[in-house]
């Protein structure tokens, strides 16, 4: 029978704690809070997206970091067999818009109880307040972890589960990263995902608290548009957030803010030529109106003003004096609004962490090393992360199913 350590009581070591141990093994889970799943508790505004029920090119798609790695993991692990399972030990689900699933109950607590049970009938030995600071080996395999105080834990196998480095007080402060490096891994820089961006820009600050529904936010990277998605943003007093905000940080990860144009969309019902004629009848239908009016008409009401400022056209002035160029000008900037961002929020405050554990260092089907035999990597400590919706979640399940079964098996039968 293996020994194995899983080191990390979030989402990926709960999963390959109960994996391994269902698939033979001798398992000790290792968290150094004092709590299991302690971000598991705040995900979902409290009542945690688990997973999402889309066909797997859907789930595919929304990965922003190397979706081709998790062919085999999701291949292991559907969200359909997650849900299963997780029925199975007490927590049922429902899903909601977009094939969000949640716990019934709503309560993330018990997607963390369920597990508890699990491990608890299972006779796993979990030990909290422990912290690993290094992961032992000899002749480039695995023989066992060093904690903190200095006490050794011998194993066969070790399956780092430590998350990224975002909410630190979760636990997640990208200890993970140090224990691969000592071990010759190579570390993407970590950066922040699913976070909001920060603008210098004054008009932008200056619509604080203003929320607008049904633009389209579009990032584009010299000629190649990255993201582009139609839904709700949110201006706030350091730049904007918001769904669409932080979808777009998630493909901003990594690149140089400056390098790269954020677009906004303000109409994209209309085409410009439908939105020129619009603003034509407007104007028409106007008579001696100010072209404050026919703003505050097509935009909420400080929006309008921004964008007369924008446009450098005087709100106070009548609407049927505006020229041609004035109105190509105001209709070319509502399809497409520069909005300059200088970066993403810092990596403590994003939902997940880009970046992390190179992943062509790990095979796919397993999760285990390339580099050190016996090492397994499950989790956000790698570089994988996608946009909101339960993927994330689902992520770390499911790499953390592959890496428990496969160190679980004896040793010539992994693949
Ligand atoms: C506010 C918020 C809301 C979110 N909502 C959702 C959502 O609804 N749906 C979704 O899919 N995703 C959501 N996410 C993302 C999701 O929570 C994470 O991607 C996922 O929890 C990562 O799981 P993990 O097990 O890899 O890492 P973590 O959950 O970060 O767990 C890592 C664990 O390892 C422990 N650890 C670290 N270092 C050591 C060490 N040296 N020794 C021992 N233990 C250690 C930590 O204490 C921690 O418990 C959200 C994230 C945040 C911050």
Redesign the pocket.
């Known amino acids: 029978m293996p020994s194995i350590v899983v080191?990390?009581?979030?989402?990926?070591?709960?999963m390959a704690a109960v994996a391994a141990t269902e698939g033979g093994a001798n398992v000790v889970l290792?968290?150094?809070?004092e709590k299991?799943?302690?971000?598991?508790y705040?995900?979902?505004?409290g009542?945690?997206?688990?997973?999402?029920l889309c066909a797997a090119e859907d789930f595919r798609k929304n990965v922003v970091r190397n979706p081709r790695f998790l062919y085999s993991a999701l291949d292991k692990l559907s969200p359909d067999a997650l849900v299963q399972l997780l029925a199975q030990w007490g927590c049922p689900t429902v899903v909601e818009r977009g094939n969000r699933v949640f716990p019934a109950s709503q309560k993330?607590s018990d997607v963390t109880r369920a597990f508890e049970r699990r491990l608890q009938r299972l006779g796993v030995r979990v030990s909290l307040n422990?912290?690993?600071?290094a992961i032992d080996t000899a002749q480039s395999k695995v023989c066992g972890v060093t904690l903190?105080n200095g006490q050794s834990l011998p194993a066969d196998a070790v399956i780092l589960?430590?998350?990224?480095m975002?909410?630190p007080a979760?636990?997640?402060?990208?200890?993970?990263y140090a224990?691969l490096a000592k071990l010759g891994h190579t570390v993407v820089t970590p950066k922040a995902a699913?976070a909001p961006l920060i603008s210098e820009e004054p008009w932008v600050r200056a619509l604080q608290g203003l929320s607008l529904k049904n633009v389209t936010l579009t990032l584009m990277h010299g000629k190649k548009t990255l993201y582009s998605e139609l839904g709700e943003m949110l201006f706030t007093h350091f730049g904007i957030s918001g769904p669409l905000a932080l979808s777009a940080s998630s493909y901003l990860a990594g690149l140089e803010p400056r390098e790269c144009k954020l677009l906004l969309d303000l109409k994209p019902g209309l085409t410009e030529s439908q939105l020129d004629a619009r603003i034509q009848r407007d104007i028409g239908a106007a008579g001696k109106k100010r072209v404050q009016s026919i703003l505050r008409g097509l935009y909420p009401e400080r929006l309008a003003d921004v964008m007369a400022q924008l446009c450098e056209i005087d709100p106070a002035r009548e609407a049927n004096a505006l020229r041609r160029e004035e109105r190509a000008l105001l209709v070319q900037t509502t399809k497409a609004l520069p909005v300059p961002v200088s970066d993403a929020e810092r990596i403590a405050a994003?939902?997940?962490t880009a970046g992390g554990a190179d992943v062509r260092q790990f095979h796919p089907a397993s999760m285990e090393s390339k580099l050190v035999s016996g090492l397994y990597a499950?989790?956000?400590?790698l570089d994988v992360?996608?946009l909101?919706?339960?993927?994330?979640?689902?992520?770390?399940f499911a790499?953390?199913y592959c890496a428990g079964t496969a160190a679980a098996q004896p040793k010539d039968a992994t693949p």
């Open positions: 080191i990390g009581g979030g989402a990926a070591g709960l290792l968290e150094r809070g299991l799943g302690k971000k598991i705040i995900t979902g505004k009542r945690c997206n688990v997973t999402n993330a422990t912290r690993v600071s903190e589960c430590t998350g990224g975002s909410y979760t636990g997640s402060t990208g200890d993970g224990l699913l994003a939902v997940v499950a989790g956000e400590v992360d996608a909101t919706g339960g993927f994330n979640l689902h992520i770390a790499t953390g």
